[in-house]
């Protein structure tokens, strides 16, 4: 079952462009599916991920080219480094537009080799998990969130509403679409594999990493504290390993799009806020999986609730801007006073402060801490809370609460 992806949109005007795309993400998010529905079958496919043509690609590189001639897909292009060269030496040649789309799901073993032969040719892009608006087949509906009048009255038009434990079942089941997509499908037969695949292929295959027990220990103990600030002393100590090679592994996670650090904001006007990044764990499902949350009722009326619930909306406002071929500027306030703001978006000079509260009626004291920021003597924008709210309405004069669905 085919699921419209927002980000093909982007790889049409991309690929215009560029001689080369490079499109990275987890496995079994949906990249190859993607790219094939964007060529409408009209480009030649390879995968590395055969150990015939992986071995080709290394070991006769300028071969390889030459029998998988563009325009071409060539997916995980992380098993052969050796390839850019050749690529570079073949767009140089053509002076196209269009000629390689290529895919990977290590970005640790990628971008150093891109930065050194690709640079100024490659279209990057990233890709996640399906989104709440792809899942509810609205694709194109899907637009970059920030707390605008404009935002909000596209997305009261074009949101479908979500009962909160529909939304709780969907964030249990996560978003590859394998799983998100067919009902029928085991979900601990279906995240063991991952696991199994995801650690074999691209964590020992491509890494330094000797110990997989102990690896698995530390992405378990990653996913118990999504949401929470990163103390890598502390998860060094539970999973038995030094902070040296808890970093690395960090490091691992986050190339390979399994988790994200969000930094804190920092300004030079104030020495009081935090320094640590905040961990998200970026596909729920697996987190809820490592976890071992058994249902979503189960999840719903746990003690990961709101940290779970927090992470599905960062995920979700993530893929608003990544999926639509945009970055975005993404931090969380927090000073040594404990006064914290989830998130902070910062777009043209301006910060826009968000809540996440697992609630549908927040009221003033949602927002208590978004006066903190200012002493920044910076432009402050409009400002939201993400909550179960069926329809956005005002808090303050500045600050609405958004339904959850709105992403």
């Not at 809820?288 to 619930?309: F, K, N």
């Not at 639509?324 to 404990?338: C, L, M, P, T, V």
Request: a neutral charge; aromatic letters at 10%; glycine letters at 4%.
């Amino acid at each position: 079952m085919f699921v419209e992806r927002t980000l093909a949109r982007a790889i049409d005007k991309v690929s215009a462009t560029f001689p080369v795309i490079l499109l990275t993400g987890p496995r079994q998010v949906g990249k190859t599916t993607l790219l094939e529905h964007c060529t409408h079958n009209t480009m030649r496919y390879v995968s590395l991920d055969q150990l015939a043509a992986q071995e080709s690609a290394k070991l006769e590189p300028e071969l390889f080219i030459q029998r998988y001639a563009p325009p071409v897909i060539i997916d995980e292009i992380q098993y052969a480094p050796s390839l850019f060269s050749s690529i570079k030496i073949a767009v140089d040649r053509l002076r196209k537009p269009g000629l390689f789309w290529l895919t990977g799901s290590q970005r640790f073993h990628l971008m150093h080799h891109v930065s050194e032969s690709l640079a100024g040719r490659v279209g990057l892009l990233n890709l996640l998990g399906l989104s709440l608006k792809e899942q509810m087949n609205q694709a194109s509906a899907l637009t970059p969130f920030l707390p605008t009048k404009d935002f909000l009255h596209n997305a009261e038009k074009h949101s479908l509403p979500i009962s909160m434990m529909d939304l709780y079942y969907k964030i249990w089941r996560g978003s590859f679409p394998a799983i998100a997509l067919n009902p029928k499908v085991e979900q601990d037969v279906f995240y063991d594999s991952y696991l199994q695949t995801y650690i074999q292929r691209d964590i020992l295959d491509l890494t330094h990493v000797g110990n997989s027990a102990a690896f698995l220990k530390f992405v378990r103990a990653t996913a118990a504290r999504t949401a929470q600030l990163l103390n890598v002393a502390e998860l060094a100590r539970d999973v038995g390993i030094d902070a040296k090679t808890a970093k690395a592994w960090l490091s691992i996670l986050e190339t390979s799009g399994l988790i994200y650090l969000l930094p804190p904001y920092h300004n030079n006007l104030t020495k009081r806020l935090v320094k640590t990044p905040k961990l998200y764990f970026l596909d729920t499902g697996l987190c809820c999986h490592l976890t071992r949350w058994t249902s979503a009722e189960a999840l719903e009326a746990g003690a990961m609730s709101g940290a779970i619930l927090e992470t599905f909306i960062f995920s979700e406002i993530l893929k608003s801007y990544w999926h639509n071929a945009k970055i975005g500027s993404f931090y969380f306030y927090r000073d040594k006073d404990q006064k914290e703001i989830d998130l902070l978006i910062e777009q043209d000079g301006i910060l826009y402060p968000v809540e996440f509260k697992k609630t549908s009626h927040p009221d003033r004291h949602s927002i208590q801490h978004f006066s903190v920021l200012d002493k920044l003597n910076l432009p402050i924008g409009p400002g939201a809370v993400l909550c179960f709210v069926k329809e956005y309405m005002p808090l303050s004069e500045k600050v609405n609460a958004i339904p959850i669905y709105y992403l």
